[in-house]
């Protein structure tokens, strides 16, 4: 299947980006990765039906279709321009540090980017901005459904820009899992970190009941079916109550800081509107807490559900 004269590009392939990666080519793309580990990128094209590429420039050369799956906007902003700012005028060559590689400076006039990365939505306006100025197109297509969904292809895919590009490149997505048009530019990152606050609110909130059921003896399956067939219900209950909360089992797959990112940016567009979001502040200051309690500004490894070992911690330990 092809909806490009050429291959799709893919940069980042991590706990997500790989799966996803898996998907465009079971769907029949001809896929070019990079990825700052040489060695997991050569390791994709061993299992799956895919090539890498070298470098960025050497990426940006051969596909008119990029998708990004980076850590955060800052680092999008650098794969993209060669600069962390994505309203910096600076040429990739400028960059010494990155040795002045980056998407432009290969990239052809048309090219297509495609940023699936959970970023702060005014920087991708910003970075849309910038890379219009050199004749490359930008939409935002975070995700949502994590790695269990990314292996099945059924993420929820939030995509704003240009509604004319969604429609040619759907199929694209498509392979990945469900689009939802979110409005323009940046809107898709502003649903996402919306959506993630709102996963986060209702996973603290399952810490905190699931502490007090186990401090009243309550049997957890029993709980658990109880809630999921009630109005107490959420993913957190569905999907993290019963294999990692309850048995204290932190490895579902998705990063505490990659959540606490998240929020953060949600935490940031309440203020910049100027609202008052107590809520939302709550949440932030909750995980920023677990962060430090947990060891995870240290490492990036542990896993968002360690959330409830810093809810149990601040009551004062598990109880027997």
């Known amino acids: 299947m092809q909806v ?3 291959p799709i590009g893919f940069v980042g392939i991590g706990n997500m980006g790989a799966p996803m990666v898996r998907c465009l080519a079971a769907a029949g793309f001809d896929v070019v990765v990079f990825d700052q580990d040489h060695a997991r990128a050569e390791a994709l094209t061993q299992e799956a039906k895919v090539t890498s590429a070298e470098s960025l420039h050497a990426l940006a050369n051969r ?9 955060n906007s800052k680092i999008v902003a650098r794969v993209a321009l060669g600069t962390g700012d994505p309203t910096s005028t600076a040429t990739p060559a400028d960059d010494a540090e990155h040795g002045g590689d980056a998407l432009v ?3 052809k006039p048309g090219t297509l980017l495609i940023d699936m990365s959970s970023s702060y939505p005014p920087d991708t306006i910003a970075l849309g901005s910038a890379l219009q100025a050199r004749d490359i197109a930008l939409i935002d297509a975070p995700v949502s459904g994590g ?3 990314a292996v099945t292809g059924t993420l929820a895919i939030m995509c704003g820009g240009d509604a004319s590009l969604i429609d040619r490149f ?3 997505l498509a392979a990945m899992g469900t689009v939802h048009r979110t409005g323009a530019l940046g809107s898709g990152h ?3 970190a919306l959506n993630n606050f709102l996963s986060a609110a209702t996973l603290v909130a399952t810490c905190e009941a699931v502490l007090i059921a186990e ?3 309550l049997d957890p399956e029993m709980f658990t079916t109880v809630v999921n067939s009630s109005s107490g219900r959420s993913n957190s209950t569905q ?3 019963l294999p990692y909360l309850f048995p204290r089992r932190f490895d579902s797959g998705f990063a505490l800081e990659l959540l606490e990112k998240d929020v953060g940016m949600a935490a940031s567009l309440a203020k910049d509107l100027g609202l008052d979001a107590k809520q939302l502040e709550s949440t932030l200051g909750t995980l920023e807490q677990a962060m430090e309690t947990t060891g995870a500004r240290d490492d990036p490894a542990i896993d968002h559900t360690a959330v409830m070992a810093h809810i149990e911690r601040r009551s004062g330990g598990r109880k027997t």
């Not at 596909?63 to 850590?71: E, G």
Request: proline share 10%.
């Open 170 to 172: 759907e199929p694209v």
């Open 147 to 149: 790695v269990a969904r």
């Open 239 to 241: 999907v993290k109550a």
């Open 105 to 107: 400076s290969g990239a």
């Open 63 to 71: 596909c008119p279709v990029i998708i990004t799956m980076v850590p």
């Open 190 to 192: 502003a649903t996402k």
């Open 4 to 6: 490009s004269e050429g």
């Open 215 to 217: 401090r009243l003896g």
